[in-house]
Each structure stands twice: as structure tokens, then as C-alpha cells.
């Protein structure tokens, strides 16, 4: 049943019809429903009238829900919200002020009353107005179930959140003992541009973003972070507790500012939820807990919400910030600087016209187009997805590859390669409306992510999308080397004795140890170049024993059939040492 758009049970709506029977104005409506369960300005004067002449049963409706996307619309279910709650009070947290800061259908607000019996005042805000009412209408389903329940004062505010002034809160109870407990909207700023919200901030230079950042989506933000920090800006030095149902970026976003921001939060938990289960999304995330006006921590120890079995700690440990605490201490010793440099792939953003596939002696584009051209320009081309074996002798795709360098013109392929060039010129459109402004300006078959390095004959890489820690060895096809895009992450070598040494010690327990110890799984890109470019080889080499490099070799020379021995392995050492540490051993 719904009145105003919000679900209303029968309970309730039998008591509404009954108590509003003889009220003439909202005034009186309000204080009788004060006095009788505390809740303030149960009605408004706009929609008492109205109220009164839809509670007559018949006019109870069914409307459809509108779509809510900017609202990042996940209600808790009251199991949940409950067992939060539980948790929680088993805690000794009993909070004087509960507030429930975007409170939805007002689950929270139950299991609240449900479940801590000190509560002086309740404050709900929420932006869309039958959640307010279903709010008011579950609390008051609530108290005519449990008549001898405890009654708070309560107070349903129906507006924005960023208009709402935490701060006043603070201000009037200042030494009672809060809590924050709800689930703020899970909707990023992108997502809000993309839908031409405006349910943001309305003055925020929220993580001092700039264009750049907008751009590489580094300024991606989810709001329920904004808001999380909102709180804790007007209730850290406050006594109690901030629980919130969040996704694990934001608390690891939260947990890294942590060393800059120094808020004044304690004891900082993450329980992990099963949201698939729970809000039938698939997302990760977890209920966030922490004490308010503490000594700042810098860490997060993760749980399982159901088994509350301790999974590990996360966080900073001295400079470094770390997914795993316990082993990051194990293996923190190859921590350091990369000898080589990881490069990115190739970006074209051009898929349809420059990947190709060769179909008996000639190329195919992937819009099924049947072409032949020089092959000069063609090289072998990996994704991320190709990535699974140790070792690649052999691509799936190719690619044209138009420059050496990035910002080199294009108009050479036309004299040397001239059906080449009759190819991208018949397709300079699809290279024209290439949203990125990176390409503005540039060559007209510009790419990206090239560069000397791009054509060493031997390449160390692995997928910055996926969560496997495998390295793979790229061996050049048909003498030329192999390319990879974008989503890859590479070292390249003249010597293919120094790429097999290299991707035994990547794919070594160690490393990737390590490599899991420092990564975070939900983050977009599990790898990225600053990762990788902690990982210090010399170091990794005087570790692994050298009976496991053997080894290694030997399976790597049977399986692939390659012929390679440790002949350059010093060799290979001296070239990752330092210049300096090499002289110290010269002259020492
Ligand atoms: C993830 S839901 C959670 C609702 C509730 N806290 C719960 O746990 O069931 C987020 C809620 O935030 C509300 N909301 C979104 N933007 C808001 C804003 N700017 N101010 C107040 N509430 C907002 C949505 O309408 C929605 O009810």
C-alpha cells in the first residue's frame, strides 16, 4: 500500500485514519504526534489536507517508481540494517544521538530504536520526499508495534544534505554521545555529469581537482565518500562512533588521506558485506567503523561482516600504504626502484580501423573489412586478455603502428607506404571523432604510448586490469617485436636472456606476495606504472636462490623451447646496478 508515493502499512494507516479523525489542523496534528512518539513535524502544512483525504482506504495507491540513478539508491534491508545495529550494541556502543545522515526508507532508523535503549534524539535526512513519509510511517509502524518501547525525540528532515547544517548539531549536544550509522548514495561525480545532476556539493573543490585530473579519471569520486568526510568535518571531535555502509574505495580512499588529513577517527573497521546478496549489485563493499575523537589512526583492520573474522590490516606503515600489512613486513625488502622502466601500451582509441587480424594473406579490419597493404607498419598486438600464458610466440591481432615517437607527423606513410596511407586516409573520420583531447592538435594518425621502447624485440608485461599476478614473456614474431595496448604494462629488453632472468624473478612467491600485499583489488587498475616501478629486481635477484633460477630456466627451456643459459646473468646484474654502487665496488 502507498500514500504520497510511500509504502504505508495497514497498521499504520487504520491508526492514521483514526487519530487525524477529528484534527482540524496540521498544528494540533503535529503536537499530538509528539506527544504520543516524539517524532517533530510529523506533517507539513502543504500536505496535511491531502494526507487526510488519501488516508481514506480506497485511495490508497500503487505508482511507479521513478528512476533514481543520481540518488545512488541502494536501500539497507532491515536485516541488514539490524544486524549492523546488533553488532554494533554488542560493542557497547549506545549512542544518546542517532543520526542517520541520507536516511531512504529509514531502516537504520528502526534498527536503531530497535536495538540501543539510551537514545535522547534521532536525526533523518533525506532529499526525496515519500522516503520521508515511509520514514515517518515505519517509525510510527514501529512504536504502535512496540508500545513500550523507548521514545526519542525524533526529527525526519526533508531536504538535501549539503544544504543541512551538521554543525548545528555538534554545536547543541555537545558531550553526548553520537552516532553516525546509515548508507550514503553509492553514485560517482561522473556518473552525476553523465546524468546532468546536480546533486552535489554546490561550492566544492572536493579533492582539489583540476581539468587533468577530470580527464584521466583521477578525479572520480564516489559522493558517499564527500559526504563521509562531511561528517566526519562536523563530528570528529565529538564522543562516538561513525558506522557507515560504503564501497571499499571509499574507505581506502579515507584511510590513505588519513596521513594528510589526520582526522580525529579511531579504531578504524571495515566489514566486508556479500552486496550481491544484499543489494544485488555487484560492487564491493563494506559497513565502515570507527571512533570518533581519537588519536588518528592510520589503519584499517578488515573483517568479514558475517564470521567477523579478522581478514587482515590495511594501511600506511611508516611512507608506504599498503593493502596488507602483515605481508608487506614479509616482504617489504624488494621494495624500492625498478632498474627498468615500466612503460604503458599503445592507446589509439581507434579499434575499428588500426587492430587487424590476418586472414590467409590478408588483414582484416575489425569491421570486417577485407584489406592488403604494406606490412611494414604492421606489428603483432596484445590486450590485456591475451595475456595468460608465460610465454607468447604467436598474436591473435595486429596493429598499425603510424609513429615512432608520440607527436610525430604522419604524412612520411604516404610516400613510403602508399597503400598504407590510402587505408587511414579512407578512415580518417572514425580518427577524427576520437573523443580524447589528447589526440587535439596532433598528427592525424596520432597514437599514444610509443617510443623507443616500444620496439625493444623482448617485453616483459602484465594486465593492469585483471587481478592476476602473472608476468608474461613476449617473444618478437616474424623478427619483429610484438605490441601491447593500452591496458598492459611492459619492460623492454635487447637481450632475450634478460627478459627470461626478469620474468623469473616477476613470477616468483615473492613478488607476488608482495605485489598482493601492495595492490587493491577493487581499484580500476589493479597495476599501474608507480606500482611496478617499486619493484626493485637487484634486489628480488640476491633473494631468490639461485638453484630456483635454474630451475625455472630449465622448465622455461623445455615447455617453450628456448635455449637460454645463466651465460649473462652477471651481466644482467651489472646492468640494474646503480652506477654509483658499481664504481664503490671497482675502487672499493
Ligand atoms: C544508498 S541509499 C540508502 C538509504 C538508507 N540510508 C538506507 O540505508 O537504506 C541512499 C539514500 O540517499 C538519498 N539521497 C541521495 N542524495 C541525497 C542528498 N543530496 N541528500 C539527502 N539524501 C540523499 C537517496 O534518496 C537514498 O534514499
Not at 68 to 73: F, L, N, Q, S, T
Not at 480 to 488: A, F, Q, R, S, Y
Not at 507 to 534: C, G, H, W, Y
Not at 553 to 570: A, E, G, P, R
Request: glycine share 4%; proline share 3%.
Amino acid at each position: 500500500m502507498k500514500i504520497f508515493e510511500a509504502n504505508i502499512s495497514y497498521q499504520v494507516l487504520v491508526f492514521l485514519n483514526e487519530f487525524l479523525k477529528n484534527i482540524t489542523s496540521f498544528e494540533i496534528a503535529n503536537q499530538k504526534m509528539f506527544d504520543a512518539f516524539g517524532i517533530n513535524h510529523f506533517f507539513d502544512d502543504d500536505d496535511f489536507q491531502s494526507l487526510i483525504k488519501s488516508l481514506s482506504l480506497s485511495n490508497v495507491n500503487l505508482v511507479e517508481e521513478p528512476d533514481r540513478a543520481e540518488y545512488g539508491d541502494f536501500q539497507t534491508n532491515k536485516d541488514l540494517a539490524n544486524k549492523v545495529a546488533k553488532h554494533l550494541s554488542i560493542r557497547n556502543v549506545s549512542p544518546e544521538i542517532v543520526i542517520e545522515p541520507t536516511c531512504g526508507k529509514g531502516n537504520f532508523i528502526i534498527a536503531s530504536l530497535s536495538n540501543f535503549k539510551a537514545i535522547k534524539k534521532v536525526f533523518g535526512i533525506e532529499i526525496y520526499k515519500p522516503y520521508v513519509w515511509e520514514t515517518k510511517f515505519s517509525i510510527l509502524d514501529f512504536f504502535l508495534s512496540n508500545p513500550d518501547s523507548h521514545k526519542p525525540e525524533i526529527t525526519i528532515t526533508h531536504c538535501s544534505i549539503f544544504d543541512f547544517d551538521f554543525k548545528n548539531i555538534s554545536k547543541q549536544f555537545p558531550t553526548e554521545k553520537l552516532l553516525v550509522i546509515g548508507n550514503p548514495p553509492w553514485v560517482t561525480n561522473s556518473k552525476l555529469g553523465s546524468l546532468n545532476s546536480s546533486n552535489l556539493p554546490k561550492k566544492s573543490n572536493f579533492k582539489n581537482q583540476n581539468g587533468l585530473d577530470a580527464m584521466t579519471g583521477k578525479g572520480n569520486f564516489d559522493i558517499a565518500e564527500y559526504i563521509t568526510l562531511m561528517l566526519l568535518d562536523a563530528f570528529q571531535t565529538h564522543k562516538g562512533y561513525l558506522s557507515l555502509l560504503v564501497k571499499n574505495s571509499v574507505i581506502k580512499n579515507i584511510v590513505f588521506d588519513q596521513k594528510e588529513k589526520q582526522y580525529r577517527i579511531g579504531e578504524i573497521e571495515k566489514y566486508c558485506i556479500d552486496s550481491k546478496k544484499e543489494f544485488n549489485v555487484s560492487v564491493e563493499a563494506s559497513l565502515l567503523y570507527c571512533q570518533l575523537n581519537s588519536t588518528p589512526s592510520l589503519k584499517c583492520k578488515e573483517f568479514d561482516f558475517y564470521s567477523v573474522e579478522n581478514k587482515l590490516n590495511f594501511g600506511w606503515l611508516n611512507s608506504k600504504f599498503v593493502s596488507n600489512i602483515t605481508d608487506y613486513i614479509e616482504t617489504r625488502e624488494i621494495d624500492g626502484v625498478c632498474p627498468f622502466e615500466w612503460r604503458q601500451g599503445i592507446k589509439h582509441d581507434c579499434s575499428s580501423i588500426m587492430e587487424l587480424e590476418r586472414v590467409s594473406g590478408h588483414f582484416v579490419n575489425n569491421l570486417s573489412e577485407e584489406i592488403t597493404f604494406e606490412e611494414d607498419l604492421v606489428y603483432g598486438f596484445l590486450k590485456s586478455s591475451d595475456l595468460k600464458n608465460t610465454v607468447i610466440k604467436k598474436t591473435r591481432k595486429h596493429t598499425i603502428v603510424t609513429q615512432t615517437k608520440v607527436g610525430q607527423e604522419t604524412s612520411y606513410i604516404q610516400h613510403l607506404y602508399p597503400e598504407t596511407y590510402t587505408y587511414l586516409k579512407k578512415n580518417i573520420s572514425s580518427f577524427q571523432s576520437r573523443k580524447s583531447s589528447i589526440y587535439k592538435g596532433k598528427p592525424q594518425f596520432s597514437i599514444f604510448g610509443i617510443g623507443d621502447y616500444s620496439f625493444k624485440p623482448y617485453k616483459v608485461a602484465i594486465s593492469g586490469l585483471y587481478k592476476t599476478y602473472h608476468f608474461t614473456l613476449v617473444l618478437p614474431q616474424n623478427d619483429k617485436p610484438v605490441m601491447l595496448d593500452d591496458t598492459c604494462y611492459f619492460i623492454g629488453f635487447d637481450r632475450i636472456e634478460y627478459a627470461v632472468y626478469a620474468i623469473i624473478l616477476l613470477n616468483s612467491k615473492t613478488t607476488e606476495e608482495f605485489l598482493k600485499s601492495i595492490t587493491f583489488s577493487d581499484a580500476k587498475r589493479v597495476f599501474t606504472k608507480d606500482l611496478l616501478m617499486r619493484l626493485d629486481l637487484l634486489k628480488l635477484a640476491s633473494i631468490i636462490p639461485q638453484q630456483e633460477i635454474d630451475k625455472q630456466i630449465i622448465f622455461l627451456n623445455n615447455k617453450y623451447d628456448l635455449s637460454i643459459n645463466l651465460s649473462q646473468w652477471d651481466n644482467f646484474i651489472s646492468e640494474m646496478t646503480p652506477v654509483k654502487e658499481k664504481q664503490l665496488t671497482i675502487f672499493g
